[in-house]
């Protein structure tokens, strides 16, 4: 009996041997793509778009005036691109340009350029010309505005240390005042016009 169930056990045995076996495919799975998020470059309204030649004039005709006004061309001499200006003495008074201009740092020779008549009896600052970068709270001050001058004069400042940035003009005035023989404070009166104010990218000194 012992013999027979070894014989047996035998058999079976060999015919599980002899039966295919199959194994369980593997998936193929495939590498997830990482998503890079969209790079988005800010943009900065401009006057003007940057020109690495720096062969066309940047005008700044767009303007946040207080206390200043838009003169008449017979008030002005010929202005092409607009004259401003400011004749109450008595309060702080601004003219800001509305858009920036963006310096290119491949502009050979970047300058303020503009014409100015004033009058006055001050003999000290009532007038500042001013540059700031976008977004700063700091005013370069470029020049000062005293003293008679009553006639046009073409004025021009060097930007070359705005390269790269986008800045904004202003110009300012505050009262003067004086004190009287008899005490009193009295406002010392001017008038002061600007007109033609643009980037000259390539200055010339003409």
């Known amino acids: 009996m012992a013999q027979e169930y070894s014989a047996t056990q035998l058999a079976l045995q060999n015919a599980q041997q002899a039966m295919p076996t199959t194994e ?10 990482t998503i890079q998020p969209l790079q988005v470059t800010p943009t900065v309204e401009t006057a003007a778009s940057p020109s690495p030649e720096g062969g066309e004039l940047v005008e700044i005709t767009a303007w946040e005036a207080i206390g200043w006004n838009s003169m008449s061309p017979e ?3 010929e202005p092409e691109i607009g004259c401003w ?7 702080k008074t ?4 509305e858009l920036s201009v963006y310096i290119d740092p491949a502009w050979l020779n970047p300058y303020l350029v503009f014409w100015s008549k004033h009058n006055s009896e001050v003999r000290e600052p009532f007038g500042y010309i001013m540059v700031s970068p976008e977004g ?12 008679p001058q009553n006639y046009w004069q073409k004025r021009y400042f060097d930007l070359s240390q705005f390269k790269g940035d986008n800045i904004l003009v202003r110009f300012y005035c505050e009262p003067v005042v004086t004190i009287t023989q008899m005490g009193n404070l009295r406002y010392l009166s001017y008038s002061w016009f600007i007109q033609d104010v643009v980037v000259d990218p390539n200055f010339s000194g003409q």
């Open 24 to 33: 369980a495919p593997v998936s193929e799975v495939q590498p997830t793509e």
């Open 75 to 77: 008030k002005c001499d």
């Open 85 to 91: 200006g400011v004749l109450n003495f008595k309060v």
């Open 94 to 97: 601004s003219l800001t340009s």
């Open 136 to 147: 700063s709270v700091n005013w370069e001050y470029l020049d000062t505005v005293a003293s």
